[in-house]
Structure formats: C-alpha cells, structure tokens
C-alpha cells in the first residue's frame, strides 16, 4: 500500500519562502513520476509541479516559474516542493501525488495523494 504524507506547511508573509516535503512509502517510489498540486477553497485541484521518476526532468504551472523548485531524493522516498517568493495568490492546501507518466498534469493522471498541507502567504 502506498501512503503519502505531506510536512512543512504554515504560515508566512508575502515574499518569504517555505519547503514542503513528501514522504513516502512503498518498495516503487522511485519508479513514480511525483507530483505537487493545490487547491483553494471553493477552487479546483491545481497542478503546480512534477518531476520524473530519476529527477532528471521537471515541469511547473506557469504561474510558479521561477519561483518553485521540486526535486526528489529516492534514496529517502521523499520528494520536495521549494516556494520562494510567495505570494497571497499561493495559498492553498498542497498535496502530493504519485503517477505513472512523465508529463502529467491532471490530477485523474495520478494514483495516490497525501492528506495535504496549509500553506497561507499573508499579504
């Protein structure tokens, strides 16, 4: 079985910087194309990152470029989520995601998803 927790969520101001990471279980996590999404409330579950499976290929919303970076370390099951630059725009709960293709970016794409974490940029 395949679990996903999300950490390191909380609350900064506009301009600051947070890292979320996902852990994950599960003899394949290197095996997965990961991924970040997010939802507002009252919003649609977004796509905000991906990476392949050796963390060799990465692609991002284009409203995160150049401010997110995901990378991933298979030898700790874990996959990372860097935001620099906040803005208000960016609050949300993120959750992490495990897929098979290199690419995706809809969430019915991904198989197993974490319980998600509160991010809040304060303006």
């Known amino acids: 079985q395949v679990q996903l927790v999300e950490s390191g969520g909380g609350l900064v101001q506009a301009g600051g910087s947070l890292r979320l990471s996902c852990a994950a279980s599960?003899?394949?996590?290197?095996?997965?194309?990961m991924g970040w999404f997010r939802q507002a409330p009252g919003e649609e579950r977004d796509f905000v990152a991906g990476i392949d499976w050796r963390g060799r290929s990465t692609y991002y919303a284009d409203s995160v470029k150049g401010r997110f970076t995901i990378s991933r370390d298979n030898a700790k099951n874990t996959v990372y989520l860097q935001m620099n630059s906040l803005k208000p725009e960016d609050t949300a709960v993120y959750y992490c995601?495990?897929?098979?293709?290199?690419?995706?970016?809809?969430?019915?794409?991904?198989?197993?998803w974490g319980q998600g974490t509160q991010v809040t940029v304060s303006s």
């Open positions: 599960g003899r394949a996590f290197s095996s997965w194309t």
């Open positions: 995601a495990s897929g098979r293709r290199v690419g995706a970016t809809k969430p019915y794409e991904y198989d197993y």
